[in-house]
């Protein structure tokens, strides 16, 4: 940590666990999870509360080699929607993310928060109990929207469109679209912009190219 800062670096570190929803289904099973959410199970709180202290302490220990950020990590959305309600979000998980985020901010670190999916209803929340940078799926939302959601309070880290774009559009259509990224999540937002993009395997070399160059095009710009 202490080399990379001496570097100049920004450095985001995780902690284990980073996926708090998702270790949740990993643990319990995915359709048991969704089950014991609806009933209000006891034994769900219980579980949910012993991970959260795992978790707390998890961070401790990240934060003790006081890095810059701390990176969390649950997909939350399908395609189009949350996997549960926004209530129950709210009812449930929203008190647990304030506590973990409230011990990296008493440390002096940013919220970093990845989540893929349709989230675009719960980002005033995410911004309410301390998410700093936030890096939602491009995909599932219209770049105009989401850039509204977070406009003067969130720094957002990009994500350049992996169901279509990347994979299957031209170096061209690539290019665009990370112009269109900068000019609408950089310019007048006050919270910033983290251009990035995730390459898997299905992506044209070409393409990976075309969306490095566009960054160090179009990337550096007089505010």
Known sequence: MDELKAKGFFVIVGFNPGNYFERLQWLRGFRNLMVDLVRGSRELKLFADRLLEYCLKSI????????????????WGTQDRLMISPSLWRSFFKPKYREMFKLVHDHNAYVYFHSDGYIIDI???????????????FSCHRLEELADAVRGKMCISSDVDRQYVLPRGTSKEVEAYVKKIID??????????IGRGEVNIDVPLENVEAMYRAFVRYGEYKW
Not at 60 to 75: G, I, M, R, Y
Not at 126 to 133: K, Q, R, T, W
């Open 60 to 75: 401790q220990l990240v934060l003790e080699a006081k890095p810059d950020a701390v990176s969390f990590a649950d997909d």
């Open 123 to 137: 980002i005033p929340d995410l911004y309410e109990i301390g998410v700093d940078v936030l890096n939602p799926q």
């Open 184 to 193: 609408v999540f950089g310019y007048g937002n006050n919270g910033g912009l």
